[in-house]
């Protein structure tokens, strides 16, 4: 599967963005998807993860209560919607693909879309 990260770009701290991550081939509903950020310097992280039916999340404990992960699988599409943003989140967003559920090490995921970035001022 390939998939195409959008929807990054400059917010004010407390504002909100959505990510999404389109997915090519008919067997998108096969894949658990998750997201990653990676700030400057640092290294990939788990944000959150979804299953395949779109009926089980998960997040990391930075982000819960504030990112949503969400899945329309008749639109091969998954997405991050993010509130209340802090200068914190500010990073480069990955969405990654798995037949598997429950992974939160980029090392699991064996698909990945090119990253977009979440830039978030103070």
């Known amino acids: 599967v390939q998939l195409q990260a959008s929807g990054g770009g400059l917010v004010q701290a407390g504002g909100s963005l959505r990510l999404s991550c389109a997915a090519s081939?008919?067997?998108?509903?096969?894949?658990?998807m998750g997201w990653f950020r990676q700030a400057p310097g640092k290294e990939r992280e788990f944000v959150a993860a979804?299953?395949?039916?779109?009926?089980?999340?998960d997040y990391a404990d930075s982000v819960k209560g504030r990112f949503t992960i969400s899945r329309d699988n008749a639109k091969n599409t998954v997405y991050l919607q993010m509130n209340s943003l802090k200068p914190e989140d500010t990073a480069v967003y990955y969405c990654a693909g798995d037949s598997r559920f429950g992974l939160v090490a980029p090392g699991d995921y064996d698909y990945w879309g090119q990253g977009t970035l979440v830039t978030v001022s103070s």
């Open positions: 081939g008919r067997t998108f509903r096969s894949y658990a």
């Open positions: 979804i299953n395949h039916g779109g009926t089980i999340t």
